[in-house]
């Protein structure tokens, strides 16, 4: 984009510079280029906060507060971890002491048949009398169960409730860690771009009408 200005100076062609009625001159001054908007980008997804810091190390508070919420968000992501893998080996424990059963290698549906029934011999009751002769499990000790109690039994629901809670949560977090690194990579662009914006000025000089001295002032940007 280019701006034209004419400049009219009354009275002043005697102070102006000899060379400059005979030789155009053109002044030019441009930033120095800084990292390119894509690389800047680039460097906000991989670790927010790292593209605007590149573009201005000595302003990259937007960048800090980015930095800061994928630290937080990655904390939490791992205690939310480490806190599920606890709840997983308490469960596994808890149904083996209470409920004489191993879970270690048992599937999501044979897990939740022993939480909703007291016992084996329960819950094959229950299906006889629905005629869900497909649902059935051998009465050996593969696959027997009974609880202790029946509190035992809420606790055991209890724990599985907030692992299940957790599984929930974790891919939130993730979608926010995301979504975290996608606005601070536009952020960082946008950044970049404008601060590598590059402008010129040119004076250049038209000629004498009189006592009046016309130059031409052009603005690239």
Do not use: C
Request: no cysteine; glycine share 6%.
């Amino acid at each position: 984009m280019a701006a034209a200005l004419s400049l009219f100076f009354f009275g002043l062609f005697s102070s102006v510079p000899s060379e400059l009625l005979a030789n155009e001159r053109n002044l030019q001054q441009q930033e120095e280029p800084g990292v390119s908007p894509s690389g800047a980008m680039l460097r906000s997804f991989l670790v927010p906060g790292w593209g605007q810091y590149a573009v201005d190390s000595t302003d990259w508070t937007r960048g800090q507060m980015h930095l800061g919420a994928d630290i937080a968000l990655i904390a939490s992501f791992a205690l939310l971890l480490n806190y599920q893998n606890r709840l997983e080996g308490n469960l596994q424990t808890f149904g083996d002491q209470y409920a004489g059963i191993a879970f270690s290698d048992r599937d999501r549906s044979f897990r939740l048949s022993v939480a909703g029934h007291e016992s084996l011999k329960a819950y094959n009751d229950l299906q006889e009398r629905t005629r869900n002769w497909d649902r059935l499990y051998p009465e050996d000790d593969e696959y027997f169960w009974e609880w202790e109690s029946e509190d035992k039994r809420t606790r055991y629901n209890d724990m599985r409730s907030r692992r299940d809670n957790i599984e929930r949560q974790a891919p939130a977090l993730i979608g926010m860690m995301v979504v975290n690194r996608v606005i601070a990579g536009v952020n960082a662009y946008t950044s970049a771009r404008d601060r590598n914006q590059n402008y010129a000025v040119y004076v250049s000089p038209a000629g004498r009408i009189g006592d009046t001295f016309q130059a031409t002032l052009r603005v690239d940007f």
